[in-house]
């Protein structure tokens, strides 16, 4: 059972676009939501994170935004530059319980 | 934050062998994961390791197939015992700090095993 889940499985944007990407979680305990990046070859690395009292959270061109209600948050990219070309991992985390919940993953594609 | 130095960065092995694999943290930290990831794939948390108690197995992973060493707070080690080509996968050591659940990852281990 996939508690959360990630859309779209792959993404291919062009230079100065916004990349968009998606998800969804089912478990209400859940209060932190980071996103991770990953370059081939490379571990995951933390890229940003929301946790539910806010409905966004922007960093640089990075940007979260939460929806509690709807139990979603998304990625949002903008102007996206071939570096950002990697792979992209939403999680969930919840209190005390450490361990988190992995998206599936989102290949993004930037063509120059 | 907190550098991860993992070992090694990849090895081929044969099946029916062990190896194991060696997360260094730079600072102490109090919960260390171990993850499986297949190429393109998610991360699968194999299990997670305290200093001072015994590791604790997520559904499918078993102690005596990937034993958990937590001598100290800065390092821990994963072993993947009987080797066999099933087990070939990235394996990524991951440590949490402070209060706001921040991952870090190393750059993980790249194992073939033929």
């Known amino acids: 059972q996939q508690q959360v889940k990630q859309s779209p499985q792959s993404l291919i944007v062009q230079k100065g676009g916004i990349s968009i990407i998606n998800c969804a979680y089912e478990n209400t305990a859940f209060d932190y939501f980071p996103w991770y990046q990953q370059f081939p070859g490379k571990g995951p690395a933390l890229l940003i994170a929301i946790r539910p009292d806010v409905s966004e959270k922007k960093e640089g061109r990075f940007t979260i935004s939460f929806n509690k209600s709807a139990k979603q948050f998304s990625l949002h990219i903008m102007d996206s530059q071939p570096g950002d070309s990697a792979t992209y991992f939403c999680a969930a985390g919840a209190g005390n319980n450490r361990k988190l919940i992995w998206g599936l993953g989102t290949s993004l594609a930037v063509n120059p | 934050s907190a550098v991860i130095s993992q070992k090694p960065s990849r090895d081929i092995c044969q099946r029916g062998t062990s190896l194991t694999i060696q997360c260094q943290v730079d600072s102490q930290v109090t919960m260390m994961f171990w993850y499986r990831q297949q190429p393109g794939q998610s991360l699968t948390l194999i299990a997670t390791?305290?200093?001072?108690?015994?590791?604790?197995?997520e559904s499918g992973f078993v102690i005596d197939k990937f034993p958990i060493s937590r001598p100290n707070l800065t390092f821990s080690t994963l072993t993947v015992s009987n080797m066999s080509p099933e087990d070939s996968s990235i394996y990524l050591c991951?440590?949490?700090?402070?209060?706001?659940?921040?991952?870090?990852f190393g750059q993980g281990t790249r194992l073939t095993v033929v």
């Open positions: 390791a305290n200093q001072g108690s015994e590791a604790t197995y």
């Open positions: 991951s440590v949490e700090t402070g209060m706001n659940t921040e991952a870090f």
